[in-house]
Nanobody, 121 residues
Framework: QVQLVESGGGLVQAGGSLRLSCAAS????????MAWYRQAPGKQRELVAT???????NYAFSVKGRFTISRDSAKNTVFLQTSGLSPEDTAVYYC???????????????WGQGTQVTVSS
């Protein structure tokens, strides 16, 4: 099994920043794309940013220029550096990873439990 554990969420004032982390552990042969999603109350979960194994990144339009996704492949960890936060960024942020658990295994998607980010005005 694979576990993803997020950390770094919290309460921050508008204009502030937070650095979210997500560490993967367990039966990991290789991790491919890693991503951050978020879900605000009453809304659907939405993609925030992705990073491939080679380091290519992609961002939702709403966070482009304010958020930066990065990864430490040696530590199976992905980060989301946020800045210029606004109340509209308030949500539970979830980590997602595409993981191959064995040399001949399938790539499966795993989710973390989420970390709350609350931005006050």
């Amino acid at each position: 099994q694979v576990q993803l554990v997020e950390s770094g969420g919290g309460l921050v004032q508008a204009g502030g920043s937070l650095r979210l982390s997500c560490a993967a552990s367990g039966s990991i042969f290789s991790i491919y794309t890693m991503a951050w999603y978020r879900q605000a109350p009453g809304k659907q979960r939405e993609l925030v940013a992705t990073i491939t194994r080679s380091g290519s990144t992609n961002y939702a339009f709403s966070v482009k220029g304010r958020f930066t996704i990065s990864r430490d492949s040696a530590k199976n960890t992905v980060f989301l550096q946020t800045s210029g936060l606004s109340p509209e960024d308030t949500a539970v942020y979830y980590c997602n990873a595409e993981v191959q658990t064995a040399l001949w295994g399938q790539k499966l998607n795993y989710w973390g439990q989420g970390t709350q980010v609350t931005v006050s005005s």
